[in-house]
T-cell receptor
């Protein structure tokens, strides 16, 4: 089992709809969870981080964390073509390990 | 805030030469920086973790003598690819951790092409 798993996609969503991206992780002791966006040929850009169970909202983005089920998700409301990118889930699997483990990424395409 | 720069943004070199890539945190101090490599259509691969003032910690399978890392200050880490070969051609990306938050901010990356 991979430490951090994401559906590689591609995920196609019509413009204006909600895009839902999911990520599961293996270590129940994980404390920190991050979502990055990566456009083709560019480096990752931090979108959100979440530490506590529940929802965290920032503009059109909502991160959801469920530690009991070991999953974290990212919702993008009112999807725009500019949201088309690869979304990387990252987890600090072991507290104090000083490194994040990244999922393979989900490629999202927003169709006009 | 939390801006990370890399230099150069791209480099083309002949096989056998060495290439140095700089990573700087511009508006914060980074005790820890990370170096990643990404091949086309693949995910990020962590190469090493660099702590200011100490030796870098390399991931399994990464040759420490080939990829030299120096983290001499809280705002600068360098990666030197020694005796580069065509198979080293890749997108090299650094990141810096802000404080002890586990949050990593990425530089824009350096595209290395070895002829």
């Amino acid at each position: 089992q991979k430490e951090v798993e994401q559906n590689s996609g591609p995920l196609s969503v019509p413009e204006g709809a909600i895009a839902s991206l999911n990520c599961t992780y293996s270590d129940r002791g994980s404390q920190s969870f991050f979502w990055y966006r990566q456009y083709s040929g560019k480096s990752p850009e931090l979108i959100m981080f979440i530490y506590s169970n529940g929802d965290k909202e920032d503009g059109r983005f909502t991160a959801q964390l469920n530690k009991a089920s070991q999953y974290v998700s990212l919702l993008i409301r009112d999807s725009q073509p500019s949201d088309s990118a690869t979304y990387l889930c990252a987890v600090n699997l072991i507290q104090g390990a000083q490194k994040l483990v990244f999922g393979q990424g989900t490629r999202l395409t927003i169709n006009p | 805030g939390a801006v990370v720069s890399q230099h150069p943004s791209w480099v083309i070199c002949k096989s056998g030469t060495s290439v140095k890539i700089e990573c700087r945190s511009l508006d914060f101090q980074a005790t820890t920086m990370f170096w990643y490599r990404q091949f086309p259509k693949q995910s990020l691969m962590l190469m090493a973790t660099s702590n200011e003032g100490s030796k870098a910690t390399y991931e399994q399978g990464v040759e420490k003598d080939k990829f030299l890392i120096n983290h001499a200050s809280l705002t600068l880490s360098t990666l030197t690819v020694t005796s580069a070969h065509p198979e080293d051609s890749s997108f090299y990306i650094c990141s810096a951790e802000a404080g002890n938050t586990d949050t990593q901010y990425f530089g824009p990356g350096t595209r290395l092409t070895v002829l």
